[in-house]
């Protein structure tokens, strides 16, 4: 399979996008940095580390569904940084499965591409 590296922050969506499409779950996790937390849902305490990452997203394998994600803020401070987002959760058949504004920390990985370190798909959590 292809492996999608995530360039600037605002990459890190489509990467995921991409091999959600290819039912790629190791690759999916490869843009989730180990020391992750994964606020989904909001309410509900975070999903830690790549097994978090792991656990959040292999419901949606076979799917195989499009994430199209419109990155309206982006703050880079060295090899960390904050993304706002809207976005959507697109089935094959072309029905939006899911929709939000999104809150996230990225930071740069071993690989030099950036992954996820705080995902918060609905925005702040509301539990800490």
Request: net charge negative.
């Amino acid at each position: 399979m292809t492996q999608h590296i995530a360039k600037r922050p605002r990459d890190i969506a489509d990467c995921v996008s991409a091999y959600l499409q290819e039912g790629d779950l190791e690759g999916i996790t490869s843009l989730f940095h180990p020391d992750c937390q994964i606020f989904f849902p909001p309410d509900q305490p975070p999903l830690m580390g790549v097994e978090g990452a792991r656990k959040a997203f292999e419901g949606f394998l076979d799917l195989k569904p499009e994430i199209k994600s419109d990155v309206f803020c982006e703050v880079i401070n060295g090899e960390v940084a904050m993304l706002r987002a809207n976005w959507r959760v697109i089935g094959p058949d072309g029905t939006v499965m899911a929709e939000g504004q999104s809150m996230e920390v990225a930071k740069k990985l071993e690989n030099g591409g950036w992954g996820y370190l705080i995902d918060c798909p609905n925005g702040p959590p509301t539990v800490s």
